[in-house]
């Protein structure tokens, strides 16, 4: 029964994100001493490509629209293995007491510290 209802469901989210894959590919075709400029941008939630053709002498900069991503602190990241190593030793505790407060701290720190690492990439 389930099946039914996931295979359809993956196909669609498949063609959706394959559909910008087969997009046509644009040729740029500048003068001589020229070269072609292209810049990503996003205009109103949607990825938009523009391509210009600058001068050999030119000056033009890239604009960065998202700035630099800043890095999270370590007390910070202290923090957040903490509260799930925590909230682990919590729920482990309501279920199995004592010991299964030791597993959930375990295992709950275990996770923040690979969601910790997964995210300072």
């Not at 923090?79 to 309501?94: E, F, H, P």
């Amino acid at each position: 029964m389930r099946m039914r209802i996931i295979l359809p469901a993956a196909a669609l989210v498949a063609s959706l994100s394959a559909a910008s894959a087969f997009a046509d590919p644009i040729v740029v075709s500048c003068g001589p001493g020229q070269r072609a400029v292209v810049r990503n941008t996003f205009v109103r939630g949607e990825r938009t490509t523009s391509v210009t053709c600058a001068g050999a002498g030119a000056e033009y900069r890239t604009a960065r629209y998202y700035g630099e991503r800043r890095h999270r602190s370590w007390g910070k990241s202290a923090l957040i293995i903490g509260g799930s190593a925590g909230t682990g030793a919590g729920i482990g505790g309501l279920v199995a007491g004592k010991k299964g407060a030791l597993v959930g701290a375990a295992l709950g720190g275990g996770a923040g510290s690979l969601y910790e690492g997964a995210k300072r990439r």
